[in-house]
Antibody, heavy 118, light 110 residues
Framework: EVQLVESGGGLIQPGGSLRLSCVAS????????MSWFRQAPGKGLEWVSV???????YYADSVKGRFTISRDDSKNTLYLQMNSLRAEDTAVYYC????????????WGQGTLVTVSS | EIVLTQSPGTLSLSPGERATLSCRAS???????LAWYQQKRGQAPRLLIY???NRATGIPDRFGGSGSGTDFTLTISRLEPEDFAVYYC???????????FGQGTKLEIK
């Protein structure tokens, strides 16, 4: 079955760190590009970061310098390392697979909730 | 940076009616780079339309997308009960790469 499964969310204190994982099944992550998105409670969708290749990575301004996206091809997994977490990072985080030559994301995981609170 | 503005914020209609949702970009957007998603409460977004007018796999033909330049539209020809949800338009912007969403339109049962 083609799917994405996120994990690693939880409750973390401000200033803390967390690593999210996104395990892909039914396709090879090295053959595609993927992003992390997030959605704060009651708010809209926000793009966080995209991994095209190991040398072609982009971040939203809101997380630049604090978050790091990476990929382990041997585990068919995408990661998001989140450091210096703030209350405003509280959200459901989704990973998604992008479509070549278009700008859409056609496969999404179920999401993992990150709550930053003391 | 491109801003996407969706209207209306909330649309109240009855099953069987036609829904027209608008997405306006602050500057011209490539037609390949405009997509629409549906999101129900507690669920991940679901891709409906990509490249302005292409239906994603498994999407019923009552969903249609159109537009060009700065004005894009998602049309649902005859609303089914399961269509009441929040809809987002999304655009890809390059140099540097980023993905932008509109603020969403909530489609609610009248």
């Amino acid at each position: 079955e083609v799917q994405l499964v996120e994990s690693g969310g939880g409750l973390i204190q401000p200033g803390g760190s967390l690593r999210l994982s996104c395990v892909a099944s039914g396709f090879t992550v090295s053959n595609t590009y993927m992003s992390w998105f997030r959605q704060a409670p009651g708010k809209g969708l926000e793009w966080v970061s995209v991994f095209y290749t190991a040398t072609t990575i982009y971040y939203a301004d809101s997380v630049k310098g604090r978050f790091t996206i990476s990929r382990d091809d041997s585990k068919n997994t995408l990661y998001l390392q989140m450091n210096s977490l703030r209350a405003e990072d509280t959200a459901v985080y989704y990973c998604a697979r992008g479509r070549p030559n278009y700008g859409d994301y056609f496969l999404w995981g179920q999401g993992t909730l990150v709550t930053v609170s003391s | 940076e491109i801003v996407l503005t969706q209207s209306p914020g909330t649309l109240s209609l009855s099953p069987g009616e036609r829904a027209t949702l608008s997405c306006r970009a602050s500057q011209s957007v490539s037609s390949n780079d405009l997509a629409w998603y549906q999101q129900k409460r507690g669920q991940a977004p679901r891709l409906l339309i990509y490249g302005t007018s292409n239906r994603a796999t498994g999407i019923p033909d009552r969903f249609g997308g159109s537009g060009s330049g700065t004005d894009f539209t998602l049309t649902i020809s005859r609303l089914e009960p399961e269509d009441f949800a929040v809809y987002y338009c999304q655009q890809y912007s390059g140099s540097p790469s980023r993905y932008i969403f509109g603020q969403g339109t909530k489609l609610e049962i009248k």
